[in-house]
């Protein structure tokens, strides 16, 4: 395959395969490596892509992987309170009642840390991305019966938990 046909077929998912890593990794720096990853990949197995019959779909699955394999190498942790998260506070509030919210962050943020990770995933992605159901069985390849299933599981165990923290279960 030349690179105009390379071009021609592959580059038109670029805005699409952009947004998928971006919505995965949550870093702009990190998507847009990813990114460049996959099509140089791409671009190496160039003479052998002949026979996928959607370009486009096979795209989505290696963003998704390449997502995928950097989150598990990556040592992210979700114990740290983001400043955003943690300055989103009321008016008024004293300073301990402050100190009480970034603690509930924190402990929320561990629970979802201890859920599986395709529950994790897609409880993020809806929750916390906005993403529709359709958006969210691209990028994942789940159903939207899948989808749904989890984020009730997602859901379920977070109100146990936090119903346990606090007292309330």
Known sequence: MDAESFKRRFLP?????FRIAYIL???????????????????????????VKSPEAFCVTLVKNACLDFMRSA???????????????????????????QDEIRQVQKL???????????LRLRSMDDCTMDEIEQITGLTAVNIRVLLTRARKT????????????
């Open 13 to 17: 998912f670029h805005a699409k395969l």
């Open 25 to 51: 990794v949550e870093n702009k720096e990190d998507a847009e490596d990813i990114l460049q990853d996959v099509y140089f990949k791409l671009w190496t197995k160039r003479d052998e892509l002949d026979v």
């Open 75 to 101: 040592s992210r942790s979700c114990d740290t309170v983001d400043a955003s998260e943690a300055n989103v506070l009321a008016a008024g509030t004293t300073p301990e009642r402050e100190t009480e919210m």
């Open 112 to 122: 979802i840390s201890r859920l599986p990770e395709n529950q994790k995933q897609v």
């Open 158 to 169: 977070l109100r146990e938990q936090i119903g346990i923290l606090y007292g309330k279960g």
